[in-house]
């Protein structure tokens, strides 16, 4: 069984960055779209960045600009550069890989709490 790992979770003042990391436990067969979401307390999942096995991205309106995804296809992770934080940033974020028959994995998430 698959397993994704994230890491890279923390507190984090306003203004502060923050790089998450996600990685499978081993390789899956035709992987393509990577991708984070993040859910914080009393709201629904949202996706917050996206990026396929071609390198196409696409971002949250509230994070373009400040927040950066990328991959290492080798090392089966990807990863949010998360910059210029701001305090509704706090939610737990989970990564989910998806792969061209339309199997998704998850992760069981990290924490965010940007705070002073």
């Known amino acids: 069984q698959v397993q994704l790992v994230e890491s890279g979770g923390g507190l984090v003042q306003p203004g502060g960055s923050l790089r998450l990391s996600c990685a499978a436990s081993?390789?899956?067969?035709?992987?393509?779209?990577m991708a984070w979401y993040r859910q914080a307390p009393g709201k629904e999942r949202e996706l917050v960045a996206a990026i396929t096995i071609g390198g196409a991205t696409n971002y949250a309106d509230s994070v373009k600009g400040r927040f950066t995804i990328s991959r290492d296809n080798a090392k089966n992770t990807v990863y949010l550069q998360m910059n210029s934080l701001k305090p509704e940033d706090t939610a737990v974020y989970y990564c989910k890989f998806r792969t061209d028959f339309g199997m998704d994995y998850w992760g069981k998430g990290t924490l965010v709490t940007v705070s002073s």
């Open positions: 081993r390789n899956i067969f035709r992987l393509n779209t």
